[in-house]
Structure formats: C-alpha cells, structure tokens
C-alpha cells in the first residue's frame, strides 16, 4: 500500500501550505529592513494571540528553553515558588526549578485531576513567601486544560506571579493573557502557532517584570533584558531562526483572517469528534478536565497499548501519541491541534479502529467515524 | 473549520512530496549533459510502466496533445478508422478523427457497457479497409475499463492497429504493451504518473511505425520522426518541460521501488474499498466493468447530484468529480489514483456520507467508511 504520514501528535502539527513553501525559498539576512519588517509584525501579530498588550520576546529555541527563561528572569537562588505537576509538562517546572536550586513546593496531582483557584490560594497562604507560581494550560500528557484564570484570581490576590506554560494551548484554547491577569506566558511555535519547532515566546506582566529587575540568577542567552532592548532596535540580541520566523508571519496571517474564536471553535469541534468517537468505541476519557488540543484515551483491558500505538502508526502511518512515563501503554492520544481538519480526526479514528480490531477488542466497527461525523454534520460552518 | 483541499478526482491526483519539492528547486538548462541525463532516466523509466521495449517519446502537451499525435502520425486524408465510443475520452477520439477528416466508424456504447474483443474483431471484417482502431484503457467518465488484450487479439488478426488512451490508466490497472500486443499507448502525467498535468507519452510498435512512414497529414510540433531523431541525441526536438521531466523522475523512482505490480494491487485494493462503501450506502455502480481508477456512482432517487457534489467539494474541500456530459447530476465519481492512501478514500466516503445525510437520503450512517475499513484492515500490508 501507498502509505501516506499523518500528523496527529500535540506537536509538531501540520503546517498551511503557505507557511510551508517560506522554508523552501532562499533565506534572506536578518540584520535588514526587509527582514526587520517581518520581525516586527510577527511580534506585534503574537500579542492578538496572547490577547496582551505588553511586549513579545521571541527565542530561537524550543518551548523549555521559553521555561526556563521564565525561571532564571524572574527568580533569585533560594526563592520559594509553587509548582502544580498534574502530567509530564507540569512535572517539568519541577525540574527545572530544582536545577535552578529553588525551594519548590511542587503539587503532585492525579493525571487528569482537576486543581482550582481556591485550592492554589489555600497553598499561597501556607506558603506566604512564595514568588510565583508554575502552572500549566493544556497537560498534553493528560489531555487535560487547567482552569488558569482561577488561577490568576488567586495569584492576583497575593505577591506571587503566575507563570503559565500555554505551549500546546495558546492559540487552540482561550487563554486571555491581561484579561485574566496572567503574568507570565510561554508559547511554542509548534503547536497551535502551526509551524515547525524553533520559535519560543514569552511575555510578562508589569507584576513579572518587577521581579526581572530583582532577579540575581546568572543567565546570558535567555536575558530578557537584552531581548527587551534589542526589540526596541526591531530585532534580537543573537540570531533570530530567520526561516521560521517568515514561517510564522505566514500562520498569523492565517490566524488573523479566521480569528482567534474562529479557531477555537474549530479546536471544540475537532476535540468533540474525537471524545465522542472514542466514547462511541466503549472508550474512556483519562482526563476529568478534557480540553481542546489532545484527548487521552484509556487503553481498554486486553488491548497492548503499545502495541496498539504501534500499529496505529507504523502500519497506517497515522503518527498518534502515546502514553509518557507511567501512562505508557495505558493511553494513547489523538490531537486535535494546529492545522488540522476534520477529516484529519475522521483519518486518526479509522486508523485506531483498524488497529483495535487486530487487537481483538470487540466493538461495533465504524461507530467512532459515525459519531464523529455525526459531529462534523452538524457543527461544520 | 479549518478545510484542506484533497484531491480525489480522476487527475490530476496528490503527488509524493519528493516529487513536489523537485518544483521548488530552482530551474536548470535543458541542453545540459545534466538535465539530458535526467530526461533519458524519465525516457528509459517509462518503458518500465508501459512494459515495452519501444522508444516512448515525451510531448510537454497534455494527454489529448498525444491523442492527437497518433492521429496525425498514423494517418493520411480519408483513412478509413474504428473508434469506440463508451464515455467521454472515447468520444474525443472521435472528435480528434473527424477534425482530421478521416472516414470514422464510431461505436457508440451506453456508459459502462462492455464490448468484447469479437465485437471488434466482425466490426474490423465489416470494415476490411480500417487502417486503425482507438479505443480507451480507462475511460474515468464512466469508471470502466475496457479489455484492452481481447482488442489487441482483434488488431492482430488485421492490418489495423490499436490504438489506446491509457492516459488514466497506464500505472494504476496492467496494459502490457508489448505482451498484449498494443500497437499504440498514449500516456499522461498527471493520473497515475502521480505529477502535475503537462508531459504527455506516446510508444508505438513496428507496425505502427509502417504507418508513420506512410502518413500524409500535415505535422510539425507533434511529429514523430522529429521526436525519433531527437531521442538519439538524449533530448526533444523543441523546449521540454524541464520542471516536469524532473518531477517525473522522481515518481518513476517511487514507482520503480513499490514495483508495478504492488501499485496495481494498491489501486485495486481503493477501488474495491470504494465499491464496498458505495454499495454499503445502498448505492449503485454505473459501470458493468468498473476498472480500478476512478468510481462512478448512480446518484440515488430524490438526491439532488449537482448539490451533493457541491456540498462534498466546496463544504468539504473534498474535490470528487462530478458526471459529464449526459451524467451530469446523475452520476459522482471517486477516484482512487495515483498518491492516495486508503485514508483520502475514508475521507472521500466521509465526505459524501455527510453529504448524503444534509441532502435527506436514508441510509445507515458511518456503513460506508466501515466497509471500507473492513477491506483496508484486511488487506493493508
């Protein structure tokens, strides 16, 4: 058979066809007019994506090294700070805190378990001198979407900055960056920005850069303040990933003319299909808080989920997660993320219908597909 | 939503991205040791899938530009030929004919109705002065495939030679030229040559060659002899299509390694997933002998055709065709061609079945996409 590879991951996502045919034309020099142009509009277009009005610093690196930045810009040796750990990415503020030496009381929750506002104040209140607060949008590990503005409520309350990690959400799934009072933001280009890997993005509240003024951790390629002046300039501090940015520029584009909503909605809509889909297979959920970028399924009892993913992938090319750590084996996921289409969702659910009959699992095949266009029927504008 | 466009019309058809990125390179000179190479590859490559030892000559024209040059080469003023007429593109033969004012036997069949190489063989007695008989491999009007070797065995018994449009066929469903004994093939590029429209191929055998030594049409871009020459010198006799030949080097490696056979099983296994779905739907085939190129489906009682394929292409971005000439608005075809996976069928099936569903037809929704799952899942290798 012809076998054709299909993206269905949380990252990287399929890329427009306009975005994708900038990488194929010859690169231009950065340190130009033409190029400081293009550098410009996509740091003013990111703050309609980030709903903000402060600055947008762009690092050539991935989604962690934007992390990190947040870490050694905000903080000093020794500072307190919270980190809420609810999947893999949560888990990763952890570790980054703690190479950085920090006191960190992290909290550990079930995957897919929900955390409010209120129970992150309680945690603010036993611990008053902590500085900010690491917290995640969209778990992809999980499938799960934190309820980030009662988090800022609670934060907003105290001294404490949030720090979110909206690396797969920005873009897929509301996150209003100063209407819900979020300090600090960090994107990733490959996500719902719906370009290659490369591109980082961070951007900080008046409340966040007040601790950037304090902040005594060594750094030099992550120095917000050298993006901050060198921004004033149209440009950055070291050589920006040119390609990727003109990449980028295209995606705006696009994200501008469909617009925000309009894209969130197609994101529901997609993540609706996909949790009906699977439910219409006897599948469970893994997340109590779904959200719209990747859906989590629960492997069903006699199935070899890893064997599963494998076929999934390898046999009919359809490139969806698996489970990480100690969910290996125990879900697989289907993104719903970046540029996809429906039939993109229709493709995943026959390639693990397929592959769940070779498994043996009984159910009434095609269901997932029916369910889903049952969705698209209805829901597609 | 977010609609990408697929492709999943008789030609053109997806083409493998190592064959789409030969575009974007940039363009070289075509009287290059390098460039003549590459053109020899295409010229020698081609003999592969038109199974001939046969020189094939290379038209940067489309299909009908070397439906044309068959004429015209083949023939002299008020030569008498045999065309057959079941659809579309073997009515354009008999157009081609008439334009060159030759003395036309055209047989004229319903769409989808068979013709036997005996028919053609007393028609030939009939006609005992008929100097060539045109017909099509794959006539995509009516998603049939004539019985090209019983022709041929028809030929062969007269002075008359075969002639054939495998312009959709030629690399999806087996024409062995030589073994078969066709006289004449005539190919295009943008069907299961798997590029974009342009370079059109035409071989003939040694009888076909008497033929051309004895023309007396008037010829200039389309002359044979021309080509001949020019075939020696590694090249064309007038500007080729650099890009193209390029493009066509690629899939004719792509086509090389998956190996003809397996590419011809491929095709069957589509169309038969496609035939299941239709049929699952409750609907009918128009074709008696449905070849494995494109599917025409009779649009049910009460279904608006034109509004259904509308729906299916401009909603959907799902680009099936519609029927032609007479058919129009009774008929919808599904091609499954060239660079398709077993997914473009899912979502071609998907496509029409939520189609199917706005425009009221009862049926059991999610039965199409199934039975072709069925079919993948048990033949996929």
Request: some cysteine; aromatic content about 10%; overall charge neutral.
């Amino acid at each position: 058979m012809i076998k054709k590879l299909y993206l269905v991951s949380p990252g990287p996502v399929p890329i427009p066809e306009d975005a994708l045919v900038e990488a194929a034309k010859p690169i231009i020099h950065h340190r130009t007019e033409i190029f400081s142009d293009i550098f410009m509009e996509v740091a003013e277009g990111m703050k309609y994506i980030f709903q903000t009005k402060q600055d947008i610093f762009i690092f050539a690196s991935s989604g962690t090294g934007a992390m990190e930045a947040a870490v050694a810009n905000l903080l000093s040796p020794g500072d307190e700070v919270i980190t809420i750990n609810g999947g893999k990415f949560g888990e990763r503020w952890g570790e980054i805190a703690r190479a950085w030496g920090l006191n960190v009381h992290e909290i550990v929750l079930e995957w897919g378990e929900p955390y409010t506002g209120d129970q992150l104040y309680e945690e603010l209140k036993a611990h008053p001198n902590v500085k900010a607060v690491f917290a995640t949008l969209s778990e992809t590990s999980s499938g799960s979407v934190y309820d980030i503005k009662s988090f800022a409520e609670a934060t907003a309350k105290t001294d404490a900055v949030l720090v979110v990690d909206a690396i797969s959400g920005l873009g897929a799934t509301p996150c209003p960056m100063d209407e819900w009072g979020v300090d600090v933001i960090v994107a990733g280009s490959q996500k719902a920005l719906m370009i290659p890997p490369g591109l980082a993005y961070i951007a900080l509240s008046e409340k966040a850069w007040n601790l950037v003024e304090n902040s005594k951790f060594p750094k030099y390629y992550f120095d917000l303040k050298a993006y901050k002046k060198s921004l004033g300039k149209k440009t950055t501090p070291y050589t920006p990933a040119i390609s990727l940015i003109i990449q980028q520029k295209k995606t705006i584009d696009f994200i501008k003319k469909m617009g925000l909503e309009t894209i969130f909605e197609h994101h529901r809509i997609l993540a609706d299909a996909t949790r009906a889909a699977v439910q219409a297979l006897g599948l469970e959920l893994l997340s109590k808080i779904p959200g719209n970028i990747a859906t989590a399924v629960k492997v069903p009892e006699g199935v070899d989920g890893i064997a599963l993913v494998k076929t999934v992938q390898k046999k009919y090319g359809v490139y969806i997660a698996g489970g990480q750590s100690s969910y290996k084996g125990k879900i697989f996921r289907i993104a719903h993320l970046g540029y996809m289409s429906a039939f993109d969702i229709i493709t995943a659910i026959s390639a693990v219908e397929m592959a769940l009959a070779e498994q043996g699992y009984k159910f009434d095949m095609g269901a997932g597909v029916k369910a889903a266009m049952e969705i698209f029927r209805r829901e597609w504008k």
